[in-house]
C-alpha cells in the first residue's frame, strides 16, 4: 500500500483556472508538508499542518489555500493559476513517532498553459 | 534560519568508486538530518537519518555522518553501481522540525 499519495499525478490546465491536488496518507502521522519543487529542482516547503493546524505558512501567494479535512488529508487548492506556478509539487508526512523521517509522495506534475 | 548547501552539484564516477557526497548546514542546533534520492520523474527515498545525538547511520552501502560542530553531514556510498545514480539530497531539520532542503547532487555511475 502506497504510504503517502497523491492526486493527480499529472495535471495540464490554463492560465486562470482553479485546481486542487489531494494527499493522503495512511502512515498515522502527525504532521503533514505541501514542497513546491522548480524547474531548477529546488525543493521548498510552502505548508506544513500538525493535526489538521496550520504551523508554518512560507512566503506563498494566496492562491494557494491548503485544507485538512482530517489528520490523514492536507489537499492544495490553487486559485487562478498562473504560468510560474508550472511545477512540481510533493506531498508529505512524519511524526515524532518515526524519528521525524519524512515520506513522500510520488509528487503531481503541474503544467500551466 | 536553516540553510543548507551540497556540493558537488553534479558527480560523475566509474563504477565501483568509493564517493563522498557533501552536505552542510548553517544551524548546528539541528534536530536531525535526512538523506534521500529522488530518481528522474519520481519522489523522493528516504535514505538514512541522523538525529542530532547520533553521529553516523549505516544502510547497506551507505554511510551517513552527521558533525553539528562543524555544520557538515557527508553521505558514503562504498563501491558505486550504475543502479545508484540518482539525485541526493540532504535535508536540516531545526527547531521548527520542518526539513530544508539543499540543491542536491546529481551522479552519474558510468559501467
Known amino acids: 500500500d502506497t504510504a503517502v499519495s497523491q492526486t493527480p499525478k499529472y495535471l495540464v490546465t490554463q492560465m486562470g483556472n482553479d485546481k486542487s491536488i489531494k494527499c493522503e496518507q495512511n502512515l498515522g502521522h502527525d504532521t503533514m508538508y505541501w514542497y513546491k519543487q522548480d524547474s531548477k529542482k529546488f525543493l521548498k516547503i510552502m505548508f506544513s499542518?500538525?493535526?489538521?493546524?496550520?504551523?508554518i505558512n512560507e512566503t506563498v501567494p494566496n492562491r494557494f489555500s491548503p485544507k485538512s479535512p482530517d489528520k490523514a488529508h492536507l489537499n492544495l487548492h490553487i486559485n487562478s493559476l498562473e504560468l510560474g506556478d508550472s511545477a512540481v509539487y510533493f506531498c508529505?508526512?512524519?511524526?515524532?513517532?518515526?524519528?521525524?523521517?519524512?515520506?513522500f509522495g510520488e509528487g503531481s506534475w503541474l503544467t500551466v498553459v | 534560519k536553516q540553510e543548507v548547501t551540497q556540493i558537488p552539484a553534479a558527480l560523475s564516477v566509474p563504477e565501483g568508486e568509493n564517493l563522498v557526497l557533501n552536505c552542510s548546514f548553517t544551524?548546528?542546533?539541528?534536530?536531525?538530518l535526512q538523506w534521500f534520492r529522488q530518481d528522474p520523474g519520481k519522489g523522493l527515498t528516504s535514505l538514512l537519518l541522523?538525529?542530532?545525538?547520533?553521529r553516523e547511520q549505516t544502510s547497506g552501502r551507505l554511510n551517513a555522518s552527521l558533525d553539528k560542530s562543524s555544520g557538515r553531514s557527508t553521505l558514503y556510498i562504498a563501491a558505486s553501481q550504475p543502479g545508484d545514480s540518482a539525485t541526493y539530497l540532504c535535508a536540516g531539520s531545526g527547531g521548527s522540525y520542518i526539513p530544508t532542503f539543499g540543491r542536491g547532487t546529481s551522479l552519474i555511475v558510468h559501467p
Open positions: 499542518y500538525n493535526n489538521k493546524e496550520l504551523i
Open positions: 541522523i538525529q542530532s545525538s547520533q
Open positions: 544551524d548546528s542546533a539541528i534536530y536531525n
Open positions: 508529505a508526512s512524519s511524526s515524532p513517532g518515526t524519528g521525524n523521517t519524512i515520506y
